[in-house]
């Protein structure tokens, strides 16, 4: 969120060191990991395939309802051509704060299809600091496991540093209909959860695509997110 894919109190969860060490070697093993598994990737030849060297672009807002807290909203541009990914956010890491990053997209099969995108993002407001991460995907047939992984290192304060994943496990019993599995860790906003997990619906329409997500119905008061996507 991307997708998806969080911002109330700026409470932040403080890290551990083991877990700042888990963090990093982490992220560290991913980029071996797509190095190597991408390292025959070869780019489309120039002339080949005219889209190949065409940017395309995706727009993206969500809507996220807290429980006994205020309702905001997350703004998400990205474009993409070949290997580069370029991507802004605000209200993401943190309320009345903003980021912008730089990837390389890498993909690798057919049917599994891999891709990885590894990134560095600089954040800037409510929260500064610098952040590794990166955003992943596996599809097979109509189910797509994704996963974005991102660490804040906190310039001002370290006790500021934290870890912010979002995961799904979704499947598409047609072209327009998706539903899935969904965890969250976040210091955006504060629940009981530190990790929370739910479900989601989503409706897919020629490049448009609306999905809610309902996290922690059942352990605490759930928490509705709204997104709506546009790809051209």
């Known amino acids: 969120m991307d997708g998806l894919h969080r911002r109330i109190t700026g409470r932040a969860h403080n890290c551990p060191g083991r877990l700042n060490c888990a963090v990093i070697l982490s992220l560290g093993v991913i980029l071996l990991f797509a190095g190597r598994c991408f390292a025959q990737v070869a780019t489309p030849a120039a002339g080949k395939d005219s889209q190949a060297t065409e940017w395309s672009f995706s727009v993206a807002a969500y809507g996220y309802l807290v429980p006994h807290d205020i309702f905001y909203g997350s703004p998400i541009f990205a474009a993409d051509r070949q290997w580069l990914h370029l991507e802004a956010r605000y209200n993401y890491e943190n309320q009345e704060t903003g980021s912008v990053w730089a990837g390389y997209n890498l993909s690798t099969g057919s049917n599994p299809v891999f891709e ?81 997990r739910g479900f989601s619906v989503g409706f897919t329409h020629k490049g448009v695509d609306f999905t809610a997500y309902v996290l922690n119905a059942g352990w605490t008061d759930p928490t509705v997110v709204l997104g709506l996507r546009f790809a051209f």
Not at 137 to 165: C, P
Not at 184 to 192: C, G, P, V
């Open 116 to 196: 990885v995108t590894p990134m560095i993002g600089v954040v800037f407001g409510n929260t500064n600091g610098v952040a590794p991460g990166c955003e992943l995907s596996l599809a097979y047939k109509r189910i797509e496991l994704s996963s974005e992984l991102e660490y804040v290192a906190d310039i001002g304060d370290k006790t500021g540093n934290f870890l912010y994943s979002w995961n799904e496990l979704s499947y598409s019993p047609t072209d327009w209909l998706h539903a899935g599995l969904v965890s969250q860790r976040t210091r955006a906003y504060h629940t009981d959860l530190d990790v929370q």
